[in-house]
């Protein structure tokens, strides 16, 4: 029999869909309790480096009823940015897909707040909140939880469908809604992610170092980058696709379908000489409206310096 709670949740991913997610899971609202574990472990032992923000507000992490009073459901969402598109110049510093494009925050949360708005428009009055990796909400635990793929070794959210080049999102509400179920895991014994991380940040399976990632030291650490990693960072200047790109189920990526995501016109043709001799107002043309804007200016020419000085 057909319940509410059933009917909403097919609803909503109805709706998703033609908003142009890639998939829609459900799960019910609750205290994570083996990922709290887990994440205290992580910070216990510095993984998490200099990023701070991540031993703040601990209980909202693991817990999204203090997050919204009231909540009764996560719907987490996935939407796609792989790129077949490359750099031309191969011997240029390389800047992860994701970043190509219009920064995700800004695409994602619009869709989200549309999705929000048809919900109460179509169910009623619901009281939630959107999130885009902005506030302390553990996205890949959720969309697991609601069977949009698994946390492969590599920590990423991999689907066997679709890969894992894709941003997750959620919105959480005081909406009963029917959950939906884990899927298995199917990394198997392949360690092809742990073999293939120039810094070795994957220091065991479905465990990454924080402090020794790539993406870590080219956007999050703001100081001089260690000089043990010289000529460790694969070329690298924003983000790093490593783990990725070797990944087997990325075979079945299919071309994202969002135009914001397509890269500014310069950025695929710029050579190394270009990096080399990038301009603050090259930059803020480039990266108008980008995810590299996050690293600023400086940061980005602090990397290149770096890899020019360790090859």
Same mark, same amino acid.
């Given at each position: 029999?057909?319940?509410?709670? +059933? ?30 574990? +887990? ?28 997050l919204v009073p009231g909540a009764k459901s996560v719907i987490s969402l996935t939407l796609n940015y792989y790129s077949p598109e490359k750099q031309l110049d191969s011997?240029? /510093? ?8 219009? %920064? ?22 619901? %009281? ?10 553990m996205d890949k635990a959720w969309a697991a939880k609601s069977g949009l793929g698994w946390i492969g070794k590599n920590s990423n959210l991999i689907s066997k469908q ?34 293939a991380c120039p810094t070795d940040a994957i220091n065991e399976p479905y465990q990454v170092d924080g402090s020794k990632c790539i993406s870590y030291f080219t956007i ?27 990944? /087997? ?5 299919? /071309?994202?379908?969002? /135009? ?28 108008? %409206? ?22």
């Amino acid at each position: 029999m057909k319940t509410p709670a +059933r009917n909403h949740a097919q609803w909503i991913k109805d709706e998703a869909l033609k908003l142009g997610f890639l998939s829609c899971g459900i799960s019910k609202a609750g205290f994570l309790e083996e990922e709290a574990l +887990r994440l205290e472990n992580w910070l216990n032992s510095n993984k998490h480096g200099k990023m701070g923000y991540m031993e703040n507000h601990f209980d909202k992490r693991v817990d999204p009823t203090r997050l919204v009073p009231g909540a009764k459901s996560v719907i987490s969402l996935t939407l796609n940015y792989y790129s077949p598109e490359k750099q031309l110049d191969s011997e240029a /510093p390389k800047i992860s897909q994701y970043a190509y494009g219009k %920064d995700y925050h800004f695409v994602i949360k619009d869709k989200l707040k549309k999705l929000l708005s048809l919900i109460n428009n179509h169910i009623g009055e619901v %009281d939630g909140r959107v999130f885009v990796d902005s506030a302390p909400v553990m996205d890949k635990a959720w969309a697991a939880k609601s069977g949009l793929g698994w946390i492969g070794k590599n920590s990423n959210l991999i689907s066997k469908q679709v890969g894992s080049f894709f941003f997750i999102a959620e919105l959480i509400l005081d909406l009963e809604l029917e959950p939906d179920h884990p899927v298995t895991d199917h990394c198997g014994s392949c360690t092809a992610c742990i073999d293939a991380c120039p810094t070795d940040a994957i220091n065991e399976p479905y465990q990454v170092d924080g402090s020794k990632c790539i993406s870590y030291f080219t956007i999050e650490l703001k100081e001089t980058l260690p000089s043990e990693f010289k000529g460790k960072m694969d070329n690298w200047m924003f983000g790093c696709d490593v783990c990725q790109e070797v990944c /087997p189920w990325n075979k079945f990526s299919k /071309p994202h379908q969002e /135009p914001l995501f397509n890269p500014h016109p310069e950025l695929l043709n710029m050579t190394s000489e270009d990096w080399q001799e990038l301009t603050a107002e090259t930059f803020h043309k480039v990266f108008k %409206d980008s995810a590299v804007k996050r690293t600023k200016y400086g940061g980005l020419t602090r990397n290149i310096n770096f890899l020019k000085h360790t090859k």
